[in-house]
T-cell receptor
Framework: DADVTQTPRNRITKTGKRIMLECSQTKGHDRMYWYRQDPGLGLQLIYYSFDVKDINKGEISDGYSVSRQAQAKFSLSLESAIPNQTALYFC??????????????FGEGSRLTVL | EDKVVQSPLSLVVHEGDTVTLNCSYEVTNFRSLLWYKQEKKAPTFLFMLTSSGIEKKSGRLSSILDKKELFSILNITATQTGDSAVYLCAVPSQTGANNLFFGTGTRLTVIP
């Protein structure tokens, strides 16, 4: 079983619809992240959370919101999806590391297509 | 602003070839550089480098860091079709996010 699980893995939706992507982890990590990956742009940080109820904006948070109601769960919402939010979305976790040197652990990704 | 530049953007080789992937970076307060392999979906961790000149090795893959010239290379010898993937280079972000800042990746295709 994956340590970081994302649902759904694939979703096609229409412009204006509300979409939620869910992430759960069994690693016991405090820190959780949502990234977006577009071809040629690498991974861009959307939101991150260091603990339950802690929410912080990343590089590209406009059009997104998140919720961290439990240590193991971090959900990403698109309140009104638009076509340029078509992308591959990754959830990731890590433990705090001194000097921020540690690795991130990724979920399998959620491919979202907005028509 | 942090910057990570990977080259080449894509590469096609034949099985058995040796490849070298490059990652250059500009960050304040460098701490480490990480390499990930991304096949179909989730990036998987390969190496973390913190010291110059010390090679990290795992099977046919190896990586080394040059902190003076601000770059790292990832070598793959005797490539196999299973090495086909996007290889990502990342450095710890200097923001409070405590996350990783990624390059755009190098897409490696190994043909039989």
């Amino acid at each position: 079983d994956a340590d970081v699980t994302q649902t759904p893995r694939n979703r096609i939706t229409k412009t204006g619809k509300r979409i939620m992507l869910e992430c759960s982890q069994t690693k016991g990590h405090d820190r959780m992240y949502w990234y977006r990956q577009d071809p040629g742009l690498g991974l861009q940080l959307i939101y991150y959370s260091f603990d339950v109820k802690d929410i912080n904006k990343g590089e590209i948070s406009d059009g997104y919101s998140v919720s961290r109601q439990a240590q193991a769960k971090f959900s990403l919402s698109l309140e009104s999806a638009i076509p340029n939010q078509t992308a591959l979305y990754f959830c990731a976790t890590r433990q705090p590391h001194r000097h921020n040197t540690g690795e991130l652990f990724f979920g399998e990704g959620s491919r979202l297509t907005v028509l | 602003e942090d910057k990570v530049v990977q080259s080449p953007l894509s590469l096609v080789v034949h099985e058995g070839d040796t490849v070298t992937l490059n990652c250059s970076y500009e960050v304040t307060n460098f701490r480490s550089l990480l390499w990930y392999k991304q096949e179909k979906k989730a990036p998987t961790f390969l190496f973390m480098l913190t010291s110059s000149g010390i090679e990290k090795k795992s099977g046919r893959l190896s990586s080394i860091l040059d902190k003076k010239e601000l770059f790292s290379i990832l070598n793959i010898t005797a490539t196999q079709t299973g090495d086909s993937a996007v290889y990502l280079c990342a450095v710890p972000s200097q923001t409070g996010a405590n996350n990783l800042f990624f390059g755009t990746g190098t897409r490696l295709t190994v043909i039989p």
